[in-house]
Each structure stands twice: as structure tokens, then as C-alpha cells.
């Protein structure tokens, strides 16, 4: 209910807008998201800003604050809940190629989505619900459904992995699938918050009680197990191959999943952020 009560209070509030503001176009590739127009410490936002390798930031003044919005690991597509249109965007910064996801929402529907995500290389975008979740080329125009899996936790053009049992409350853990594009699936683990996909597409970053647990994408099999004294409170997602992305004592930096070892990343806010969304982080 308070998420239903936050969409409407954005719809009413970019419905109250002038002009319907887009983003210009640049090359620059997007180093973070972060909400904007925010009513305090952990009052609703509505908005979200991109910073830019450039040093400039970007402000999508439409974005809602959840679900969260989706930036492309190349670094140049973004993917957000647009409450002005009322409906979910693709956006190619690069030449402002825009690509609607979904046709117009009702609050209900609005507050209903669960999860977006975008393909390493910013062609397949997923926009997930309780309903299901839908994937789309942007290349071919073509679009599928996946039923059952409300979340999605990374895309390629082979697999999908997502999770089910969503919306069943504390204590349960998600069934991490993966499903092939001719539709048949297999189960990966059970994992805590979800999975982010490595770069070279063979392992995914989960979470346990003592640290991010890095597993193999197929199988499912612990690959590393990163301690909590690494890797500190939140594990953002991948830097690179061998290093992932942390918030330690209010401070980004990069641990290596080998020997963890911890060095700043000066790219980042230098304090903690709520659903920082990473894009190429290092340039």
C-alpha cells in the first residue's frame, strides 16, 4: 500500500508539470544513477540523476524511485519507470533513441512492477510484475513473456535468470532460475536479494549471512565466498571480472574477490547512497 500511495503521489506530481523534460543526448557513458528530489532522509523521491564520465549530470525528473531504474554495463542505455508518460522507457543517451516498454499504467499496475533490467550490451530489456516478466529486442522489435518469474536478475541472448516466489514476506529465500530462449529453464540456488551477472557472464554475486557469495551462473556451485570485514555493509555489483563493487564504513571501493583486497573508487559518491545503480564505473 505505501508503494501504491508513492507511485500516485509521483504520478500527481509529473502530471503537474509544464513541460515533459527528456535528457539531451551525449556520448559520455554513465558512471552511477542515484533518486533526486527527495523529501528529506528517507522521504520519497521522484527523480534520478546520471552522472557522466564527462563530470556532468544528467536528470531523468520523471524517474520513479522504484522499482529501480536499469543502466546498460556499456555504459549508455538507461531504463526507468517515466511517471509523466506512465510508462516504462528505454533510453539510448547516445542518440535518444527511446523504445516504450509497456503501453500506459494505472497506479495499481504502476506500483505492481517488480524489477527492470537491461543486457550488457543495451540491446534486451526486461520489465518485470508479479504477473510475469516481459523481454524485449530492441533490435528485432520482438517481445516475450516468461511467466512466473517475477524478478529478473540479468539477461544475455541465451539466458534469462530471474526469481519466483515473490511477495511471499520475510524469511524466504528466492528460487534463482535460468530460462533459455526456447523457453525451457533450470533451476540455478537459492539466493538471497537477487543475483548480478559477472562481466564474462559465468558467475553471479548473491548475498548470504557472512559476505556476497560469488556462485557459478549454471550450476549454481559456490565459486567465493567474500567476508563482511572485506567487503563491509553492501555489496553494489561487479566492477570487473575479479572485483565487485562495496560500501564499507560509508565509502565506495572496489575488493578483490580473490584476496580482498579494498581500494576507493573516486568515481562514486564519497558517502552511501540508497539504490545506487552502477554503469561503467571505471573509465
Known sequence: MLRLIRIAAGLLLA???ALLIW???TDSPILYGRPSGCEGPGGACVGWDLRLASGETLPLPYAAELPEIAISAEAHHVVYLDLAERR???RDLRDGAVHRLTPALTPERAAGLTELAVSRDGRLFAVSSSEGTRVTDSVTGT?????????VSALTADLVWGT???GLGDGWTDMLVAVRRDGTGFFVGDVE?????SPDSGRLLTYSSD???IVDAVTGKKVALVKKRRCGDEAVGWLNDHELVCEKQNRYGATD???GAWRPLTTLPNERVPYLVLGSVEQ
Open 15 to 17: 502530471a503537474g508539470g
Open 23 to 25: 535528457p539531451h543526448n
Open 88 to 90: 516504462v522507457l528505454a
Open 143 to 151: 517481445t516475450r513473456t516468461l511467466k512466473g518469474l517475477c524478478t
Open 164 to 166: 519466483t516466489r515473490c
Open 193 to 197: 536479494g537477487g543475483a548480478t551477472l
Open 211 to 213: 559476505g556476497p557469495l
Open 257 to 259: 574477490i580473490a584476496t
